[in-house]
Structures are given as structure tokens and as C-alpha cells.
């Protein structure tokens, strides 16, 4: 009965975290606010002032935007998990493409104040496994959708420095299923719950600007259900129970530096650095609310729960360049380094496979008026870190991931009134 514990507080933790918080980014936060961004890797993100994700990535950037604007746009991700087993079993986690949604409205209210909302998704994942492959116990899919309203405002103190403020009001939903060894287990959660970020931007010369971000974390209060089916033995007739779940995540309080230079009429290079406080993510408690007679069946497996996660802080850096064609398109590149949260390969998770990763971007921006501008982004990461799975019970390795890669495709659409 210990590996019934064991492997259903593994089930509840893996689902109840990605509710709350998401695989694209470090842990599995999502970077992916502006597919103009994505063409640069989302160096200088924020403070370019050539679209609206300012509102997202550094409110003070706003100033940067002058009138009132819109932007709408999207990006596809495809996730790769080519995995095999040292008994030499195959399985992959891709699931079909998401599309990472992203809305803006920025309006300048005088020549002193500025006023945005965004519509983000700023975490989210989907993986999926056959049920019945070999390694079950880790995860055999997952799907994560977040939903967050962020008003911000922004004051230009000076030609020299910028200040922004904003609230995130956020939503999130999570369903994953996981192989228990004697059943299979599927969850639902989700929550409702909100956070702050702050902004500035400092601007030494009309041609050099800095910026530095903060994003708070959100402390999700999650509740959702847990369902056992196909139990074997005498657990089949604990077969189709659901049981209430709660618990509390925080997801992880960011810091970014960003700066870009025009050094010319046509080139402009910018850069950043990105600090997430995943270490936070160092354990879980989860509560059920067990029926006696359950409760009784099950020794107690499903009561309150303490698991393991150990993560660590993870950090992103990344160089772009933008070069102004003519007045009517600019073309962009970007490269970044990405580093993993998980620090002891033993405790990753199949439905999490995270990796460090290096990313690899272009992009472009067609301008066919004054007042309407299109722009798309490409970028292929490349898993580079370790991959290796272990098995939960005797913590032995039992495969490794060949390739951990994702393919991204962003594109959106400006418009200012």
C-alpha cells in the first residue's frame, strides 16, 4: 500500500502544480506574449517600443506607445519527448500543436500617463503518453490552460526614466492523467487568484534604454477532483470514487533585465536577463476529503500528503538584433539560453520533461500603413541538458529522453487608432 500512497500524492502533485502555475519556458511558465517578440528571442522584451506586449513584459515601456492601439496575435507550439527505455520501449509525449493566445490595448491619456490591459496565457502545457506504456507511473498526459487579465498604468517622470504598475487577475485549469501501477488516476483543479507587476525603463540617450521587471508570484488555493478507476484486486471497488482535493502552489516571482540600442538608422541589438524563483517549488501539501469507508480501504492512501519536488531557480539570457529593411519591413534574429528547474533528475516527470534549452529565432514585421503593422516570429529550442527519467518506486534510471525540442510559429497584428 506505500506505493498506492507514493504514486497517488505523485498524481495529485503533478496536476494540482500545473493548474496553478505551466512546457515551453523553464518549468512550465510560458514566455510567449508576442510573436514579434518570439522572432528576437524576447531580447529587450518590453522596452523596444515596437508593439504592445510592454503591458505584459514592463508596464513602463507603455510610454514608448504613443495614441491608442491594438494588437492580437497568437503562437503555435509543438513539443517533442522522444523517449526510450533501457528495455527498450519507445514512447513519445508530443501532443498536437497549442495556440498560445495574446490581446493588448494601450492608450495614452496625456503626454504624462498611459493606460493598458493584457490578455495573456502565461503558463500552460500539454503532453500526452499511451496509457499503457511502460513507464506510466511518471505521467501518461497533461493539459494545462491559464487565462490572466493584467490592467496596467504608466507615468513618464522625465525623458530620462519611466515607471509602470499593473494587477494580474489570473485563472487556471489542469487535467492529467497518471498510471498508479494498480489503477489509473485522473485529476481536474483549477483556481482563481491574483498577483502584481512593476516596471521601469531608463532612457541615458533617445538611442539606449534599460528596463527592469517584476513579476510577482500568485499563491493558487486550488480545488479539484480525484478519480480512481480500473483498480485492480480489492481495489476495484474503490473504482470510480471521486474525492474532493485542495492545496496551495505559488507560482514563481520573476525578475527581468532587458536593454536595447539603436546603433544605427537600420540596426537595433538588444538583450535580457530573467531570473524565476522556482525554487519555491520545493514541496507540495495536498488534503482529500476521504469518504470512511474508502479511507479504511485504502489505509489512509489518500488522506493528507507531503511530496518532494526540489526545483531550482532558473535563469533565461538572450541576444537579438533587428534591421530595418525599408519603411515597409524589418527582419529580426534572436538567441537565448534557457536553464532547467530540476535539479535532481530522479524526481523529473514525464508529463514535465523539462531540459535545459537553447533557443534559435527569426522574424519579421510588414508595415503596409502608417497605422497597421503585421509581424510574425519562428523559433526552434533545442533541448540540451540532461534527460534522463527514473522509475518512482526503486529510483533506478529506466530510459532517457533522445530529444526534448519544441517548434514555435507566432503571429499578430497592430493596429493604432
Same mark, same amino acid.
Given at each position: 500500500?506505500?506505493?498506492?500512497?507514493?504514486?497517488?500524492?505523485?498524481?495529485?502533485?503533478?496536476?494540482?502544480?500545473?493548474?496553478?502555475?505551466?512546457?515551453?519556458?523553464?518549468?512550465?511558465?510560458?514566455?510567449?506574449?508576442?510573436?514579434? *517578440?518570439?522572432?528576437? %528571442?524576447?531580447?529587450?522584451? *518590453?522596452? /523596444?517600443?515596437?508593439?504592445?506586449? %510592454?503591458?505584459?513584459? $514592463?508596464?513602463?515601456?507603455?510610454?514608448?506607445?504613443?495614441?491608442?492601439?491594438?494588437?492580437?496575435?497568437?503562437?503555435?507550439?509543438?513539443?517533442?519527448?522522444?523517449?526510450?527505455? @533501457?528495455?527498450?520501449?519507445?514512447?513519445?509525449?508530443?501532443?498536437?500543436?497549442?495556440?498560445?493566445?495574446?490581446?493588448?490595448?494601450?492608450? !495614452?491619456?496625456?503626454?504624462?500617463?498611459?493606460?493598458?490591459?493584457?490578455?495573456?496565457?502565461?503558463?500552460?502545457?500539454?503532453?500526452?503518453?499511451?496509457?499503457?506504456?511502460?513507464?506510466? !507511473?511518471?505521467? =501518461?498526459?497533461?493539459?494545462?490552460?491559464?487565462?490572466?487579465?493584467?490592467?496596467?498604468?504608466?507615468?513618464?517622470?522625465?525623458?530620462?526614466?519611466?515607471?509602470?504598475?499593473?494587477?494580474?487577475?489570473?485563472?487556471?485549469?489542469?487535467?492529467?492523467?497518471?498510471?498508479?501501477?494498480?489503477?489509473?488516476?485522473?485529476?481536474?483543479?483549477?483556481?482563481?487568484?491574483?498577483?502584481?507587476?512593476?516596471?521601469?525603463? +531608463?532612457?541615458?540617450?533617445?538611442?539606449?534604454?534599460?528596463?527592469?521587471?517584476?513579476?510577482?508570484?500568485?499563491?493558487?488555493?486550488?480545488?479539484?477532483?480525484? &478519480?480512481?478507476?480500473?483498480?485492480?484486486?480489492?481495489?476495484?471497488? /474503490?473504482?470510480?470514487? /471521486?474525492? $474532493?482535493?485542495?492545496?496551495?502552489?505559488?507560482?514563481?516571482?520573476?525578475?527581468?533585465?532587458?536593454?536595447?540600442?539603436?546603433?544605427?538608422?537600420?540596426?537595433?541589438?538588444?538583450?535580457?536577463?530573467?531570473?524565476?524563483?522556482?525554487?519555491?517549488?520545493?514541496?507540495? @501539501?495536498?488534503?482529500? =476529503?476521504?469518504?470512511? +469507508? /474508502?479511507?479504511?480501504?485504502?489505509?489512509?492512501?489518500?488522506?493528507?500528503?507531503?511530496?518532494?519536488?526540489?526545483?531550482?531557480? &532558473?535563469?533565461?539570457?538572450?541576444?537579438?538584433?533587428?534591421?530595418?529593411? $525599408?519603411?515597409?519591413? &524589418?527582419?529580426? *534574429?534572436?538567441?537565448?539560453?534557457?536553464?532547467?528547474?530540476?535539479?535532481?533528475?530522479?524526481?523529473?516527470?514525464?508529463?514535465?520533461?523539462?531540459?535545459?534549452?537553447?533557443?534559435?529565432?527569426?522574424?519579421?514585421?510588414?508595415?503596409?500603413?502608417?497605422?497597421?503593422?503585421?509581424?510574425?516570429?519562428?523559433?526552434?529550442?533545442?533541448?540540451? *541538458?540532461?534527460?534522463?527519467?527514473? $522509475?518512482? #518506486?526503486?529510483?533506478?534510471?529506466?530510459?532517457?529522453?533522445?530529444?526534448?525540442?519544441?517548434?514555435?510559429?507566432? #503571429?499578430?497584428?497592430?493596429?493604432?487608432?
Amino acid at each position: 500500500m506505500s506505493f498506492m500512497k507514493k504514486s497517488a500524492a505523485a498524481l495529485v502533485l503533478t496536476g494540482v502544480a500545473a493548474a496553478t502555475s505551466t512546457a515551453l519556458a523553464a518549468g512550465f511558465q510560458l514566455t510567449e506574449q508576442s510573436s514579434l *517578440g518570439l522572432g528576437r %528571442a524576447y531580447a529587450g522584451a *518590453g522596452i /523596444v517600443g515596437d508593439d504592445l506586449s %510592454a503591458v505584459h513584459y $514592463n508596464p513602463a515601456g507603455m510610454t514608448l506607445l504613443e495614441g491608442t492601439r491594438f494588437q492580437a496575435g497568437t503562437t503555435w507550439i509543438a513539443l517533442n519527448a522522444d523517449y526510450n527505455g @533501457k528495455d527498450g520501449s519507445s514512447e513519445n509525449g508530443r501532443l498536437k500543436g497549442q495556440m498560445i493566445p495574446a490581446g493588448y490595448v494601450t492608450h !495614452q491619456v496625456n503626454d504624462k500617463i498611459w493606460l493598458g490591459f493584457a490578455m495573456t496565457v502565461p503558463f500552460g502545457m500539454g503532453t500526452e503518453y499511451d496509457k499503457n506504456w511502460a513507464e506510466n !507511473q511518471r505521467g =501518461t498526459d497533461a493539459k494545462i490552460y491559464t487565462f490572466d487579465m493584467n490592467p496596467n498604468i504608466a507615468y513618464k517622470v522625465s525623458d530620462f526614466i519611466s515607471v509602470g504598475a499593473g494587477v494580474s487577475v489570473q485563472y487556471a485549469k489542469a487535467k492529467l492523467g497518471m498510471g498508479l501501477g494498480v489503477g489509473q488516476g485522473d485529476i481536474e483543479g483549477d483556481s482563481w487568484d491574483w498577483g502584481f507587476n512593476l516596471g521601469v525603463m +531608463i532612457s541615458p540617450t533617445d538611442k539606449l534604454r534599460f528596463g527592469l521587471a517584476y513579476r510577482s508570484s500568485i499563491e493558487h488555493d486550488a480545488e479539484g477532483d480525484f &478519480t480512481f478507476s480500473n483498480g485492480q484486486g480489492d481495489l476495484a471497488a /474503490v473504482n470510480g470514487y /471521486v474525492f $474532493n482535493m485542495t492545496t496551495s502552489i505559488e507560482t514563481p516571482d520573476t525578475v527581468m533585465l532587458t536593454s536595447t540600442w539603436e546603433t544605427t538608422d537600420k540596426l537595433r541589438l538588444s538583450g535580457l536577463i530573467r531570473w524565476a524563483n522556482w525554487s519555491d517549488f520545493d514541496e507540495l @501539501k495536498i488534503k482529500n =476529503t476521504v469518504p470512511g +469507508i /474508502v479511507d479504511s480501504m485504502t489505509h489512509g492512501a489518500f488522506r493528507e500528503k507531503t511530496v518532494i519536488n526540489e526545483w531550482q531557480d &532558473t535563469w533565461l539570457f538572450s541576444v537579438g538584433a533587428d534591421y530595418r529593411i $525599408n519603411d515597409a519591413f &524589418t527582419v529580426r *534574429g534572436g538567441l537565448a539560453y534557457e536553464t532547467s528547474p530540476v535539479d535532481d533528475q530522479s524526481t523529473r516527470m514525464a508529463v514535465i520533461p523539462d531540459t535545459d534549452r537553447v533557443w534559435f529565432s527569426l522574424g519579421a514585421s510588414w508595415y503596409p500603413t502608417q497605422d497597421l503593422q503585421f509581424d510574425v516570429g519562428a523559433t526552434y529550442l533545442m533541448g540540451v *541538458g540532461d534527460k534522463d527519467l527514473y $522509475n518512482r #518506486v526503486d529510483g533506478e534510471k529506466v530510459g532517457e529522453f533522445d530529444s526534448l525540442d519544441a517548434y514555435l510559429l507566432g #503571429v499578430q497584428m497592430q493596429y493604432r487608432f
